[in-house]
């Protein structure tokens, strides 16, 4: 039933990108850590980079578990759904990163999402992933489901945001500079976004 791969490229990589939904799996090395488990969306902030490397956009929250977890132990999964079509399911098991606004990597990173006005989502950091397994089962039990459009919520919410507020809405926020474990998260105060040119 599954079947392991070497690299995202061909029908898997066309099946990831066409996915409008995806989800992020992290953990505390602690065994008594709260593991986090976050859908993510938003059609243009996934990005596969190369054949073992992808990337998402990592936007405002009200906790920063994810960022938490990467920055002590860089364990992640990412995993896809089949919600429309043959049943699917793929996971990329690997390591990931967290890349914030004052890294030298921002801009040329940002030049594989062009479909995202980072001024719009609050967005505080790029998550890169470098794949060390890559698997995909049948996915017989997900249910059919049908896509209709993203939420306008989140650019509405965050779009009226500046740099110096957004900083102000992060610190006053109790799980965004620390997990709720207590691990380092979104380092504050927040670096102002990079202006493109």
Known sequence: MGKSYERIDGRLRAFIEAQHIFFTATAPLGGDGTINLSPKGLNGSFAVLDELTVAYLDFAGSNAETIAHLRENGRITLMWCAFEGPPNIVRVHGR????????????????YFPDIDPSLHG?????????EKIR??????????????????????????????????????????????????????????????
């Open 96 to 111: 990931g990163e967290p890349v914030f606004r004052d890294d030298p990597r921002w801009d040329e990173l940002m030049g």
């Open 123 to 131: 967005l505080r950091a790029i998550i890169v992933v470098t794949a």
């Open 136 to 197: 995909d089962t049948c996915g017989y039990a997900v249910p059919f489901m049908t896509y209709e459009e993203d939420r306008p919520l989140h650019a509405s919410r965050f779009a009226r945001e500046t740099d110096e507020s957004l900083d102000a809405y992060f610190q006053e926020k109790e799980h965004v500079a620390t997990s709720i474990d207590g691990l380092p998260g979104l380092p504050l105060p927040l670096p102002p976004l990079p202006r493109t040119t």
